[in-house]
């Protein structure tokens, strides 16, 4: 396998399952309850937007990797983040964190069929290469992990890594 294949994987199993320098998914979503994941501070959108969104855009990257369309495109990217979620949901709240963690494996999967001409490759005619697209969810992700761990903070929900 390349490197730079390894490395991706690498990189995703951290974010998502492993607490490096920073909380991975798993972590960051430990515990928490409908309520919790349905709270918002004024400004900012709750838990569960956030898990909204990050499965969405995570599935769109699949969608660009093979090369297909995504039947749930957004006119706007703030739809991508939906409702705030219902509070007394538990059964919806864990089933859109089962749909993270398939969408999470299944990203995993596209990731380790690539090879060098594949990451090199543009996603698309006029875009940039597969290989920036991998980076730039590895940092989306990460940077919308922040922001549950600090939401979590917020409702001194968060007991750390």
């Known amino acids: 396998m ?86 007394e949901d538990e059964i919806g709240w864990a089933q859109t964190v089962q749909r993270l963690s398939e969408v999470m494996n299944k990203l995993k999967t596209v990731i380790a069929d690539l090879d060098d001409e594949k990451l090199k490759a543009p996603y698309a005619a006029n875009r940039y290469s597969v290989e920036r697209l991998l980076s730039n969810i590895m940092m989306h992700d990460t940077y919308h992990l922040g922001q549950i761990v600090l939401l979590r903070k917020l409702q001194s929900s968060w007991s750390g890594v």
């Open 2 to 87: 390349q490197v730079v294949v390894e490395m991706f994987l690498e990189q995703l199993d951290m974010h998502c399952y492993e607490n490096e320098w920073f909380a991975s998914i798993n972590q960051a979503l430990h515990g928490v309850i409908a309520a919790e994941a349905a709270w918002t501070s004024p400004g900012s959108n709750s838990i569960w937007q956030i898990v909204n969104h990050l499965i969405f855009w995570n599935d769109d990257v699949i969608h660009r990797i093979k090369g297909t369309e995504n039947p749930h495109k957004p006119e706007e990217n703030e739809e991508t983040f939906g409702k705030a979620g219902d509070p």
